[in-house]
């Protein structure tokens, strides 16, 4: 049974801190390239960073120089620092774990989210 946990959200000032984690069991982590997105009330998901499984890394544009995602593959965890939150960053996280096996063919899990809250 694959499962992804997302821990990590919570309330926090502009200006401050998070660090999401995602622990992912049931998988073969290394193999899998690993995303973080978000969606706001209101708004579609949209990604937040990737890490590949060779470590490379793309944001969202609203994001760079703010966020980090990183990935521990002994803990089978990727991790989203943020710094710099903004209150236009309040959204559920979730992350999200994809291998394609051959071109079209896909496997793709999602954890349940985390309420992210930037505010006052």
């Known amino acids: 049974q694959v499962q992804l946990v997302e821990s990590g959200g919570g309330l926090v000032q502009p200006g401050g801190s998070l660090r999401l984690s995602c622990a992912a069991s049931g998988i073969v982590f290394r193999i899998y390239d690993m995303g973080w997105y978000r969606q706001a009330p209101g708004k579609q998901r949209e990604l937040v960073g990737a890490?590949?499984?060779?470590?490379?890394?793309k944001y969202t544009d609203s994001v760079k120089g703010r966020f980090t995602i990183s990935r521990d593959n002994a803990k089978n965890t990727v991790y989203l620092q943020m710094n710099s939150l903004k209150p236009e960053d309040t959204a559920v996280y979730s992350c999200?774990?994809?291998?394609?096996?051959?071109?079209?063919?896909?496997?793709?899990?999602w954890g349940q989210g985390t309420q992210v809250t930037v505010s006052s």
């Open positions: 999200n774990a994809m291998y394609e096996t051959v071109p079209g063919i896909q496997y793709s899990y």
């Open positions: 890490i590949t499984s060779g470590s490379s890394t």
